[in-house]
Every structure is written in structure tokens, then in C-alpha cells.
């Protein structure tokens, strides 16, 4: 069982370490700077997938079918929400990611001239833009556990959100817009993702009439594009639509 | 070394710490349930924070910088061309080195995303075994890799961003008309998947060095397409290989008929 893991781990990696040992010998023609630092960071590597995978099939994904079960057979619509909501939000406002591009977007948006360029308004500023991307991902999760249970097609809900994506970016401010696009992808982190996964394949597996399949998948890609809407929204209810002739 | 192991730790731990509270929370407050396996479930979230902790350390002693470093050094006008600048519009084929490096990087980074892992362990228990793990990982891959390796040709050529993006969406609306209704949750997901811990730090410098070189790109836009393609390919692959495979079986997943079919 462990020397499986451990193989699993192994095979895993192997292909990026073949790429990067065989650039440096045969392409690139240069000698290994720390030899040692890297072999003791690639055994890291190895064990801590290791350790990861044997941590998603003991811990995340149980908690999350787990809550699935439970809130299926309690029934309460209301209480499933505010959880899928407060996961969403609470797994994203502490996101390292995300902390440094709303610092990043916050001195943009000085040197811009959008807000002020003091300490205080800067760093106001970069938590209203956290709060932003987390209520959207608690957002996004609320959507994605009513359309398991009322059945939605995702391909509907995506496609709508590029349309609304497309047009926003036309009418929000333009430093804005960069921000916006970045802050898609940070939000699905690796703790995240098996959780939101278990969480949406639970619940369409105890619901009759879902399929844990069609209806299970989805909510991922839900959380990375309602931050991309919130936040150029927030732009447009903070600064404004887009000066006319400056787009 | 010890710092850079207490704030991998203290980063994963926070993830993992408010998904705890919540859970205790609900659990005793809402659901008013024990939690069966208690001991099991906090050990299993004890391995994910460590495990993922070390995953990252180990990335930034063995991986990253030497990663980083090759690829500033072939998107460099030295490598490439022989002296210390880039020709105005410098030929897309002279960066041949580049354009496999962006593949292969991209196709091997993705097998190694612990997040892709997770979600195919859960796309072959919700498939009940239709799905291989591995075989989605694959496929995933090779969308990554594509999607990279167009990237660094579009920076190098300076095409628009907005058209490849705008006709990669336009493929993935067509497919999404034709394409097996139970694959698209989940080709969906395996875009949002792939940006993130090993992929995009090398992604990222790739672009820089790229951007950084070649005259008249803009760094800061430029590093952004590369991770928007690498979004955007493996919804393309996932359904692409679903509809392969499904035409070559000649049947399979005809019975649900739940999205914009007829």
C-alpha cells in the first residue's frame, strides 16, 4: 500500500524531472548548481504528494461527502447554502495568492491615480478587493450547490458568465480589467479543489434523479469565473463605467 | 530552509484550519451530529497541510529555481540568437528550443498538480470506472501543453490575445454543442485545475523571459496569456477526447440527452 503511494509519487514526478535534467545536460550544457539541494527538495517533493494523496482519501474528501450526506438527509435548503457559502469565503479571504495581487492591484490603482496613494487607502482598498473575490467564490458555490439540486446544465451557467465577462470587460475601468482576469485563478487552491469536488459529487449522489457525473462537476470552474464578474463590478460601483473615448 | 518550511506550513495550515472550524461548527451547532472517525478525518488533515507543505518546499529547493533559470536562459537573445539583441521582428522559428520546452514543461508541470489529482480520483468514482485517472490526467496534460506552447509562439510572433482567446472560446461553445453531455462538467473543471502550484511559477517566468526579450511586448499582459491558455486548452482536449472516443466506440454515452442536444 505505501510502496504504492510511493511509486504513484514517483511516477508523478518523474516526467518533470527527466525534462529539467535532460535540458540542462543536453540542451543547455551546464552542470547542476546545488546537487544536493536538489536532491534532498526532489525527495521533499516525493513525500509530500505522498503524503497529500493518502490526506485527500483520510481527511478532505470524506469531510466533504460527509457534509454532503448530512445535509441531504437533513433537508435544509437554507443551512446547505450558508455552509457552501461561508466554505467558499472562508477558503479564499486568507488565500496567499490573493492577498499579494490585491496589494499589487492596490498600488495599480494609485499610480493610476484611482484612489489615493497614502498607506491607508491603499491597503482599504486591497481588503475591499479580498472581500470581493471571496464573496464571489462563497457566491459561487451557493450557485453551484442550486444548480445540483435543481439540475441546471453548467454549460448554460458558464456560457452566460463569458457573455457577462465579455461585456464587463468593455465598460469597467481599464485598471480594473487586468486585475479581474488574474483573480480568476487564484482562487481554486489545492485545499479547495478536493473539498468543492467531494462536496458537489456528494450531493448529486444522494440526491435522486442527479447524476454524480454531469452533475456532480462544475462548481471549480463556477469559482474561477464569478471572481473575474465581482470584481470588475466592483470596479464600475467603485470608480465608475469606463470613461467614454479612453477604451 | 526552517523559515520557508514554517510559512508553507502556516499557509496550507490557515486552508485547512478554517475548513475545520466550519465543519466542527456545523457539525455540532446546525447538524447536531457527532463526527464519525473523528481521529481519522483531523489525521488525514493533518497529512494534507504537512504533505502539501513539504510538496512546496521541496518545489522551491529542487524545482523552482533551476526551472526559472532555463527558462530565462532559452528565451534568451543569446541562446537564441548568437548576440545580446533580438532582431525587431525576429523569425517564429528560431525559438524551437523554446517551443518544446514550453510542451514538455507544461505536459510534465500538470501530471504533478495535486489539485488534477484530486479531481480525477473523483471524476473515476463518480464515472464508476468509465473514467482512468490517469488517462483524464493525460489528457489534461497534453491540453496544457498545447495551450503553453501556443502561448510562447503567440508572444514570440505578437499576434492579438484577445483573437486566441476569443477563437479558443468559440471552439469550446461548438464543442460543447456536440461533445458527450457528461464530459463538459468536468472538461469545465480541468481548466480551472491547471493554473496552479507547480505549473504556474515556471509558466510565469517562460513568459517573462519571453516578453522581457523581444522588442515591443508588454511582460505584465504577456505572462497573463500563457496562463489563460493553459485554462483553456484542456477544456478543449478533455472534450475533444471524449468525442474521439465516443465516435470510435460508436455508442456509450447516447443515453442522456440533458444538455443542447436535440
Excluded: C
Amino acid at each position: 500500500m505505501l510502496s504504492h503511494r510511493l511509486w504513484n509519487a514517483v511516477r508523478d514526478l518523474l516526467p518533470i524531472i527527466v525534462v529539467v535534467v535532460g535540458f540542462q545536460t543536453l540542451v543547455l550544457r551546464q552542470p547542476f548548481p546545488n546537487a544536493a539541494e536538489m536532491v534532498v527538495g526532489t525527495i521533499f517533493v516525493v513525500l509530500g504528494l505522498m503524503l497529500f494523496v493518502q490526506g485527500l482519501e483520510m481527511g478532505l474528501f470524506p469531510i466533504g461527502e460527509a457534509m454532503a450526506y448530512a445535509f441531504a438527509r437533513k433537508g435544509s435548503l437554507s443551512w446547505l447554502l450558508v455552509f457552501g457559502f461561508l466554505l467558499g469565503f472562508s477558503t479564499t479571504v486568507a488565500e496567499p495568492a490573493l492577498i499579494a495581487i490585491a496589494g499589487e492591484a492596490a498600488s495599480v490603482a494609485s499610480d493610476a491615480g484611482y484612489i489615493a496613494s497614502d498607506a491607508a487607502t491603499q491597503s482599504s482598498y486591497a481588503l475591499q478587493l479580498r472581500l470581493t473575490v471571496a464573496v464571489s467564490v462563497g457566491a459561487a458555490i451557493v450557485i453551484g450547490v442550486l444548480r445540483i439540486l435543481r439540475g441546471w446544465p453548467v454549460q448554460y451557467l458558464i456560457m452566460g458568465g463569458y457573455v457577462i465577462v465579455v461585456g464587463a470587460t468593455f465598460i469597467a475601468p481599464e485598471a480594473i480589467v487586468g486585475i479581474a482576469f488574474d483573480s480568476g485563478g487564484v482562487t481554486t487552491s489545492t485545499v479547495t479543489v478536493p473539498l468543492v469536488t467531494a462536496l458537489g459529487v456528494g450531493l448529486a449522489t444522494s440526491i435522486r434523479g442527479r447524476d454524480p457525473l454531469i452533475d456532480g462537476f462544475g462548481m471549480i470552474a463556477l469559482a474561477s469565473l464569478t471572481p473575474m464578474i465581482f470584481v470588475m463590478i466592483f470596479g464600475i460601483v467603485r470608480f465608475g463605467f469606463r470613461a467614454s473615448g479612453a477604451g | 530552509m526552517i523559515d520557508g518550511l514554517a510559512t508553507a506550513l502556516i499557509d496550507t495550515g490557515r486552508d485547512v484550519f478554517a475548513v475545520s472550524a466550519l465543519l466542527l461548527g456545523f457539525q455540532y451547532l446546525v447538524l447536531r451530529q457527532p463526527i464519525l472517525n473523528l481521529r481519522r478525518l483531523l489525521a488525514g488533515l493533518v497529512l494534507v497541510v504537512v504533505g502539501l507543505a513539504f510538496f512546496l518546499i521541496g518545489l522551491e529547493l529542487a524545482l523552482f529555481p533551476l526551472g526559472e533559470h532555463m527558462a530565462t536562459q532559452l528565451s534568451s537573445p543569446q541562446f537564441v540568437f548568437g548576440s545580446d539583441t533580438v532582431p525587431d521582428s525576429p523569425p517564429w522559428w528560431k525559438y524551437g528550443w523554446v517551443y518544446l520546452f514550453a510542451a514538455i514543461i507544461g505536459f510534465s508541470t500538470t501530471l504533478a498538480e495535486p489539485a488534477l489529482i484530486a479531481v480525477a480520483f473523483k471524476a473515476e468514482k463518480a464515472s464508476r470506472g468509465t473514467i482512468r485517472p490517469w488517462g483524464l490526467r493525460l489528457v489534461v496534460a497534453v491540453g496544457v501543453a498545447l495551450g503553453i506552447t501556443l502561448g510562447a509562439f503567440r508572444i514570440v510572433t505578437g499576434s492579438s490575445l484577445v483573437f486566441f482567446v476569443a477563437v479558443g472560446y468559440l471552439v469550446v461553445i461548438v464543442q460543447t454543442a456536440f461533445a458527450p453531455k457528461s464530459i463538459i462538467p468536468l472538461a469545465y473543471d480541468s481548466g480551472g485545475v491547471t493554473t496552479s502550484t507547480v505549473t504556474v511559477p515556471l509558466v510565469t517566468a517562460l513568459g517573462l523571459g519571453l516578453a522581457s526579450t523581444i522588442p515591443g511586448r508588454n511582460p505584465a499582459l504577456d505572462g497573463f496569456g500563457l496562463i489563460a491558455f493553459a485554462s483553456l486548452f484542456p477544456m478543449i482536449t478533455v472534450m475533444g477526447y471524449a468525442q474521439l472516443a465516443n465516435w470510435r466506440a460508436g455508442r456509450g454515452f447516447k443515453g442522456d440527452q440533458k444538455g443542447m442536444n436535440p
